[in-house]
């Protein structure tokens, strides 16, 4: 059988960094084929080569044995190629018709969208899903708005459909979902590049291509290979996943959330009542699909966002409404997810990122000016001290790659915070050392004593660092699992907002 | 596919060096173009430009003088633009720092003498300052845009001059719509006589390195550039975005307010809408081709100022309208900003 | 103060009212089209300024009112160029580069009109004003008639412009497009479609749509060209499509509203009612601020998320 696509020898270099190095796969019509690697091996860039968004410096792609010539998503589109980003590119003002219909030849001059709505409910139909043709993105859950990205595709005739880290947004049972309209649409031929870093993914593929370092290690039958043997040919070596965490007794509490509510910059109401609880020397790992209201709950815990109700206490200190710059020197610390939008000054270097939250106080200032001898002296300890690789203190953060970056917002947050650590999504983007390094020292602050309150989307991450995880649904505390009881399955259900599924468990 | 820009990593010195120099060159050469289609001799006009700026001690002087009030809207525009509170109202502010210290003036008397000076200046920089922080406060309180607001203020600001000129501060005397003229006891004192030079010029150099030492020395000055560079990781650290807005934006309308107040007691010696040609708006231009730096703004406006009042030399000289010098301005500033876009990128030609 | 509600006294400032919106209007809803496609164009008023100035020379030198109206269209056209040049190409701040296209105007109007029209000692140069064109039959139309159907031809175009503008952005698919832009650009990007060409098609639509604006300045209710002569009417387009909450049947009603107060204005100082006129030549401007707090505090913008923000792929 000839293959649907054949990626034979693409190399693609950004300025002088080689993105992709030769390489070369192929995909049947019909299969599920994974791509796998470490964030930054390649895996995305190869996608975007074959969606014609970006143009391969070497190499050809062959699309049903003819050259594609691929110079623009217009192409890829034509020959049958669609891709769903990691990052949906939705207008979420938008109905989900009209995101569907944009820069389609059923949008005409004058607009008929009738009856593109028809041919778009027949795809609907064929693989099972039922979505609201009027409604607004920004009124869909994220699973839904997942599909109106394949909509999107389907309509525009995908043969091939690539999904960008398709499972990252979703519950584990919203996966198995996916999964099954993967299966029906390579039922009737079509195929699937799937890039992942997940193995419960993985293993739900036919052929697995593993990246690292740009290069193509090799490609694998799935049934015939093992979590391991892929993990090995994704790092070059294999790794324990799992991190060590010793005992430790947990103080009292040092961080208190009592009904908290608050809303979004829409005025929509994203926290409902949130009840937690972290104590000295522990972590509680927060599990939920991002957009569950992680970010406000965040932003209100540092005095970032407004709230609307319920009290925030520190220590035994009521904290509710005061300002970020008090609930800071009161001695909490935030590493937020979004490095570079949040947390860092791009065009501020490195020293200055460094002493930004205390850069009013001594040694960095005195009677209102910056003293920048302090400023250097500080902030070469901790280039020195976490390994930050950077030509020197007054580097741009902006240049930095993403580990550097965070750790630059992990020696000031760590520097500055005295009792509470608040981590968003602190390993997202990271590479395996890097993510380590992260574990460790959230670990050595909780053996200090700190409370921990961590949130990610990686339920390993979770079950290896936290005491306790709470799952949060819009809004919302459904469930709290300790360490040893937490099991995926019901972690997985109350994240999807099926509330009685972890009843049982509950130790609250 | 034709052109296509790719952000450099790091820009080059060498190519933000060549890029200026050619957009010098380049409005030069369209001012050339347009002084010529209007048939003015244009190496005449040069020089002639040349001349009136910078030739002799005294013309040197008069180009100081000129350029003391750009000085100050370049820097107040600089503190502003800074944070990326995007202030267009130095122009209005400048006339309420103006009418601000008209109006101690109004009360005081000349009697104090040259006790009254430190009273006015702190007057003129209070009422700009009020001025721009009422704009600062819409910005911070109620997100209204502060390019729209401050846009808005400067006309309101010169009908209530209008209003007052032809009514309880009018000068009987005249047919104009003017004060009467300041006594003399209350003028800025003269640095230097002949060229017309006066203290206020002082004042703007004293306040270039003011706003130089908040600017890169203080935290304060530290903060107000974390927020124009990334308000959100300012904010989440514990700057309050909002204050540090109405700071600059009072900051700002001061250092405009100043402006004012010198050009009314140092130069007009009475209020009328005269005593600005637009400063606030060239102290945009000016603030920018500094690239937003204090030493900076004082160059540029002293060229500025050179081109100011060589513009009315050469218009004397040849006839062509001095008209021509905000033209040249204005296109300067059109080039800089295409050669500052492109030493942040690389240019890259592809195929199809 | 009786006089003001008389019959022809309601007519006359109704009918001003129209008159006095159409380059409001105008200006407003080329703003919107540019806005919608994630460019904040701060040259409204720069634009204007040039499309008077050319309107103005090609009615001097041709006497063609069609001819006047070509030429501001392209001055328009051409200041828009600028601006989308820099904002989509090179990517220079927004604010930076309409501030600049403003400066850029009153320097060059003034300059060119002092270098070629007002020579020293000679009466100031006239052209002839757009005529009043009353429609047939409908201006007959008792008070509708004289307000709405008695008007020069660009404020009947402009008014139709409220609905073609409506029907484009709404209704076809360079519309949604374009709306596309000014939300999440990133969305026609990945299907293959230059972002950087329609947001140059959806600036200079919007800067044709200024220079008939600036058109009327000048060739549509002046004889004279003054330095400045659009007085701010530029920027209070910008106020006006805030206000409208970037919506064209709410332009209309902005529009109209700035107007009003204008005309009546007009007529009380007509009628000499002793009061300073500076208050009422201040009232828009403060109605302008009045107008943009009220609006922070309404509930859903309608404000385009990538307003002002310019579109890199992301290609590091």
Redesign the interface.
């Given at each position: 059988m000839q293959p649907f696509l054949k990626v034979d020898q693409v190399t693609k270099r950004f300025h002088k960094v080689v993105a992709n190095d030769r390489v070369s796969f192929d995909v049947m019509p019909g299969e599920i084929h994974c791509l796998l690697g470490e964030n930054g091996a390649g895996k995305s860039t190869i996608a975007e080569c074959i969606y014609g968004f970006y143009k391969p410096d070497e190499g050809t792609i062959t699309v049903q044995g003819n050259p594609a010539g691929l110079t623009s998503p217009r192409d890829a589109i034509a020959r049958g190629i669609g891709m769903v980003h990691q990052h949906f590119v939705l207008v979420s003002s938008m109905t989900v018709l009209e995101n569907i219909v944009i820069g389609t030849d059923a949008a005409r001059p004058i607009l008929d969208l009738k009856a593109a709505a028809a041919r778009i409910r027949e795809i609907g139909r064929r693989y099972d899903v039922d979505i609201d043709l009027e409604a607004r993105i920004w009124q869909l859950p994220v699973g839904q708005q997942q599909w109106v990205e394949i909509l999107k595709a389907l309509f525009q005739g995908a043969r091939l459909l690539i999904m960008d880290e398709p499972t990252a947004v979703l519950t584990p049972q919203e996966a198995r979902r996916l999964f099954q309209i993967f299966r029906e649409m390579t039922a009737d031929g079509l195929s699937v590049i799937l890039i992942s870093h997940k193995f419960d993914d993985v293993m739900q593929s036919d052929r697995v291509t593993v990246l690292r370092r740009a290069k193509v290690i090799g490609t694998v039958n799935t049934r015939e290979t093992t979590k391991e043997a892929l993990t090995n040919m994704m790092v070059g070596r294999s790794v324990e996943l799992r991190v060590k965490r010793d005992e430790h007794p947990r103080g009292a509490p040092v961080l208190e959330v009592r009904d908290l509510r608050a809303a979004n910059d829409f005025g929509t109401e994203k926290l409902s009542g949130i009840d937690l609880t972290v104590h000295r020397g522990e972590i509680v790992g927060i599990a939920g699909v991002a957009g569950n209201g992680q970010g406000e709950l965040f932003e209100a815990l540092i005095g970032a966002r407004k709230t609307r109700g319920g009290s925030i206490r520190l220590d035994g200190a009521d904290i509710t409404g005061r300002s970020p710059a008090e609930i800071q020197r009161m001695g909490m610390g935030y590493i937020p997810d979004d490095r570079f939008a949040d947390g860092l000054v791009g065009d501020y270097d490195i020293q200055s990122n460094l002493i930004l939250g205390h850069h009013r106080r001594e040694p960095f200032a005195r009677r209102g000016l910056l003293q920048f001898r302090a400023i250097r002296d500080f902030a070469r300890k901790a280039i020195e001290e976490l390994e930050i690789k950077a030509p020197s203190e007054t580097t741009r953060t902006r240049s930095l790659s993403g580990g550097n970056a965070q750790k630059v917002i992990v020696a000031r947050e760590f520097a500055q915070a005295t009792k509470v650590i608040l981590a968003n999504q602190p390993s997202r983007g990271l590479d395996v050392g890097v993510i380590e390094y992260m574990h460790e020292r959230l670990l050595e602050k909780r053996r200090n004593d700190f409370g921990i309150l961590l949130a990610s989307e990686e339920l390993d991450e979770l079950l290896g660092l936290a005491d306790r995880i709470v799952v949060i649904f819009k809004g919302r505390i459904l469930g709290e699992f300790a360490a040893g009881t937490a099991d995926i399955e019901r972690i997985g259900l109350l994240m999807a907002g099926q509330e009685t599924a972890g009843k049982a468990e509950e130790i609250s | 596919?034709g052109?296509r820009?790719?952000?450099r990593?790091?820009p080059s010195a060498r190519w933000q060096a060549v890029s200026v120099a050619v957009a010098l060159l380049a409005a030069l050469a369209v001012s050339a173009l347009?002084l010529e289609?209007?048939g003015t001799d244009v190496g005449v006009a040069f020089a002639a430009i040349l001349d009136g700026a910078f030739g002799g001690l005294r013309t040197t002087a008069k180009t100081l003088a000129k350029a003391t009030p750009m000085i100050l809207t370049g820097l107040a525009i600089t503190v502003a633009f800074r944070a990326k509170v995007?202030n267009?109202g130095a122009e209005g502010q400048l006339f309420a720092g103006a009418m601000a210290s008209y109006w101690l003036y109004t009360l005081t008397g000349p009697a104090l003498g040259m006790a009254l000076l430190p009273l006015l200046f702190a007057a003129g920089f209070v009422g700009g300052g009020l001025y721009g922080g009422l704009a600062g406060w819409?910005r911070s309180a109620?997100?209204?845009?502060e390019?729209?607001?401050t846009?808005?203020?400067n006309?309101?600001i010169l009908?209530?001059l209008?209003?007052l000129l032809?009514?309880p501060w009018r000068d009987q005397s005249s047919f104009y719509q003017q004060s009467e003229r300041i006594d003399r006891a209350a003028w800025l004192p003269d640095l230097w006589a002949p060229g017309k030079l006066h203290l206020g010029f002082l004042v703007a150099i004293l306040a270039a390195v003011a706003i130089h030492?908040v600017m890169n020395?203080?935290?304060?000055g530290?903060?107000v550039?974390?927020v124009g560079?990334?308000a959100?990781?300012?904010?989440?650290?514990?700057?309050?975005v909002e204050r540090t807005a109405v700071a600059v934006m009072v900051l700002s309308g001061g250092l405009a307010g100043l402006a004012g107040m010198i050009q009314v007691f140092g130069v007009n010696h009475r209020l009328e809408s005269d005593i600005s040609l637009?400063f606030g708006?060239t102290g945009?231009?000016i603030a920018?081709l500094a690239m937003l730096r204090p030493g900076w703004v004082v160059f540029v406006a002293i060229l500025f100022g050179g081109f100011e009042n060589g513009g009315i030399k050469m218009q004397v000289a040849t006839g062509?309208?001095s008209?021509?010098?905000?033209?040249?301005?204005?296109?300067t500033?059109?080039f800089f900003?295409?050669a500052?876009?492109?030493t942040?990128?690389r240019i890259v030609w592809?195929s199809? | 103060m009786g006089d003001l509600f008389t019959d022809t006294i309601v007519i006359s400032v109704l009918a001003a009212t129209i008159r006095i919106a159409t380059p409001l209007i105008l200006a407003a809803l080329g703003e919107l089209i540019a806005e919608r496609a994630g460019i904040l164009n701060l040259g409204v008023e720069g634009t204007m300024l040039m499309a008077a100035f050319a309107a103005f020379i090609g009615a001097y030198a041709t006497g063609s009112t069609l001819m006047a109206l070509l030429l501001a269209v392209l001055a328009g056209m051409a200041m828009s160029f600028i601006m989308v040049f820099m904002a989509a190409t090179l990517k220079v701040e927004q604010v930076v580069t309409g501030l600049a296209l403003n400066l850029l105007a009153a320097g060059m109007s003034l300059y060119l009109y002092k270098a070629f029209f007002a020579v020293e000692g000679q009466a100031m140069p006239t052209v002839a004003v757009m005529p009043v064109a009353p429609i047939p039959f409908l201006s007959e139309i008792p008070y509708i008639g004289p307000i709405l159907f008695t008007q020069k031809v660009l404020t009947y175009v402009a008014l139709l412009m409220v609905p073609v503008v409506w029907f484009f952005l709404y209704r076809t698919k360079y519309g949604l497009e374009i709306r596309c832009l000014g939300e999440n650009p990133k969305a026609i990007d990945t299907k293959g479609m230059s972002v950087s060409l329609r947001q140059y098609g959806a600036v200079m639509a919007g800067g044709a749509l200024c220079g008939l604006a600036g058109a009327f300045v000048t060739i549509g209710s002046s004889a004279r060209f003054v330095p400045d002569i659009t007085n701010g009417r530029g920027w209070l387009a910008l106020v006006i499509v805030i206000a409208a909450n970037w919506r064209p049947s709410g332009i209309l009603i902005a529009a109209l509203v700035f107007a009003f107060l204008d005309a009546l204005q007009l007529q009380i100082q007509g009628i000499g009612v002793q009061m300073p006129y500076q208050i009422f030549l201040a009232l828009p401007y403060v109605l302008a601020i009045v107008l943009m707090v009220l609006k922070s505090r309404r509930g859903r913008s309608e404000e385009p998320a990538r307003l002002g923000v310019p579109y890199f792929r992301g290609e590091r």
């Open positions: - | 596919m052109l820009l790719e952000p990593l790091a347009l289609s209007a995007w267009i819409l109620f997100r209204v845009n390019v729209l607001t846009v808005m203020l006309y309101v009908y209530l209008s209003f032809v009514g030492v020395r203080s935290w304060f530290y903060e550039k974390a560079l990334n959100r990781a300012a904010r989440f650290k514990g700057i309050n637009g708006f945009i231009i920018v062509a309208p008209a021509i010098v905000s033209a040249i301005e204005a296109i500033l059109l900003l295409t500052a876009a492109l942040r990128f592809r199809t | -």
